[in-house]
DNA sequence: TTATTATATGAATAAGTGTTCATATAATAT
DNA sequence: ATATTATATGAACACTTATTCATATAATAA
């Protein structure tokens, strides 16, 4: 490594880098929150709630699947607070967690000229 | 389905949630997106990354790892433009694709309450 | 040309993940 | 209490993915 034109800058960069690395735990954190989004049933999931507060049942119909598979993908949201919970007698109404979620959806969409 | 309190609010929601759900593609592009950035390794490199364009030796040296995981993980960003490339001699120097890029690991670490 | 340096990649293995099926819990109605 | 409705969950299987090892490519130097 002595060859590149621009390697002092690079040695740089990398010092400071790590001096500014997140934690094992925040990287842990940030990659299970991510992780949390990164799959096709769970982003239906998302975007349908986008539209408002819903109840399993209702979550079934808009984006399709199982009620067992909704099911364990709405605890994978919920145990990474993407989505929130509360009970309404016999049903459970989920909604989105809070603002960075729908943030993190638009700014995506953004990036890959996604229509919405 | 009929004891819900919310019932009439939550199918309206879903019927909206039907209508305005992006196309399977889209969906796809974005689960595709949040999977690149939602692994340990490639947040490290991110995070590296934001420091300034750095070439494979350098990322290697902020990171950790092995030099042949390192350059898996770049081609799994690089081919999801979360990342871009260009070549200065014997090096790649890589460097983040976009604004969009910084923007959503700011915003996931707010949600999250990590430092940055 | 041959050697060296920087980076990339195919194959293999090990670990992780999503769905399904069957069943469990929890609230309500009879 | 029993039945019904709404939702959750454990286990199993198929599929995906991250790392390692060995090797390949690409640029440059001798």
Chains 1, 2 share one sequence.
Not at 63 to 87: C, E, F, M, P, Y
Not at 94 to 113: F, G, K, M, T, W
Request: net charge neutral; with cysteine; proline share 2%.
């Amino acid at each position: 490594m002595k060859n590149c034109e621009h390697e002092e800058e690079h040695a740089y960069a990398a010092a400071r880098a790590k001096c500014n690395m997140p934690s094992d735990d925040d990287i842990a954190a940030l990659a299970a929150a991510f992780k949390a989004i990164s799959e096709p049933s769970r982003l239906k999931i998302l975007f349908a709630l986008r539209q408002g507060e819903m109840c399993v049942y209702h979550i079934v119909d808009a984006v399709g699947g199982t009620q067992s598979a909704v099911s364990h993908q709405l605890r994978i949201l919920r145990d990474n607070r993407v989505i929130k919970a509360r009970r309404d007698g016999q049903n459970i109404v989920y909604s989105l967690a809070d603002a960075h979620v729908v943030a993190v959806l638009e700014l995506a969409c953004r990036h890959l000229n996604c229509k919405l």
